[in-house]
C-alpha cells in the first residue's frame, strides 16, 4: 500500500495562513490525494481531493507537486474552529487507509 | 440533507456479550466501510462491502462480523468484546472510484466492561 508521512504537530496563529505537508514517495498513478480532518469526539471530515493539478475548494488549496510524491494543503486563514487531526490518504478504487496525520494547533 | 446516521452514538457492554452497532446512508453509495479508532489513533479500516460483496482486511478479528442487507443499511457485529475492543467505530460509504471522496458518520463510542 501506498503510505503517506506526515509531521505529527504543527502550531499556527490565528487568521495566519498554515501549510500542512505531507510526503508520499511511492504513489501510483492511479492513485488520488486526499485530505480529511478530524475534529475531538467527531467522525473524519472531507477536505479536498486531487489527482495533478493544484485544487481550490471553499475550504482549503492542496498543492501537489510536479512529480506527486508531494503534496500540501493549505488553509488561507486558520481560525480556532481549524484544530483538528489533518489526515493526508492515497485512495485507490477499493478503500483508503489513514496514517498517522498531523495535529494542528491554531493559538488565538 | 442525505447523511451517514450511526447508532447508537455511545454503547457499553459487558465482556463477552454480543454488541451490534448499526449505519445507514441515504447517499445511495455502493461502498460501505467500516473502521476502529482506538484513542489518540487513526482510524483503522476493519472491512467494506461494495454493494453485496464483502471484503475483510487481513488483520481483523474474526470476532468482528458485518451485514449489509441492503444498500442503505450495515451493521457490524462483535460477537465476544473484549476489554480491548473499547474505541470509537465509524462508518463511512463512497462510491468505488478514487476521484469520491467518503462520508463519514458521527460514530459509535464502544465501552466494553
Known amino acids: 500500500d501506498a503510505k503517506t508521512t506526515q509531521p505529527n504537530s504543527m502550531e499556527s496563529n490565528e487568521e495566519e495562513p498554515v501549510h500542512l505537508p505531507c510526503n508520499h514517495s511511492?504513489?501510483?498513478?492511479?492513485?488520488?490525494i486526499h485530505w480529511y480532518r478530524q475534529l475531538p469526539s467527531q467522525g473524519p471530515e472531507y477536505v479536498i481531493h486531487g489527482l495533478t493539478s493544484n485544487v481550490n475548494n471553499r475550504m482549503a488549496s492542496l498543492a501537489i507537486a510536479e512529480d506527486r510524491k508531494s503534496s500540501t494543503l493549505i488553509l488561507h486563514r486558520a481560525t480556532l474552529r481549524d484544530a483538528a487531526v489533518y489526515y493526508c490518504i492515497l485512495r485507490d478504487m477499493n478503500d483508503m487507509r489513514f496514517g498517522a496525520g498531523t495535529r494542528l494547533t491554531v493559538k488565538p | 440533507d442525505a447523511m451517514v446516521i450511526q447508532n447508537p452514538r455511545y454503547q457499553v457492554t459487558q465482556f463477552g456479550k454480543p454488541v451490534t452497532l448499526s449505519c445507514s446512508q441515504t447517499?445511495?453509495?455502493?461502498?460501505m466501510y467500516w473502521y476502529q479508532q482506538k484513542s489518540s489513533q487513526a482510524p483503522k479500516l476493519l472491512f467494506h462491502y461494495y454493494d453485496k460483496d464483502f471484503n475483510n482486511e487481513a488483520d481483523t478479528p474474526d470476532n468482528f462480523q458485518s451485514r449489509r442487507p441492503n444498500t442503505s443499511f450495515c451493521f457490524l457485529d462483535i460477537r465476544s468484546p473484549g476489554l480491548g475492543d473499547t474505541a470509537m467505530y465509524l462508518c463511512a460509504t463512497s462510491r468505488l472510484q478514487g476521484t469520491y471522496g467518503y462520508t463519514f458518520g458521527s460514530g459509535t463510542r464502544l465501552t466494553v466492561v
Open positions: 511511492t504513489i501510483s498513478g492511479t492513485d488520488y
Open positions: 447517499l445511495n453509495h455502493n461502498v
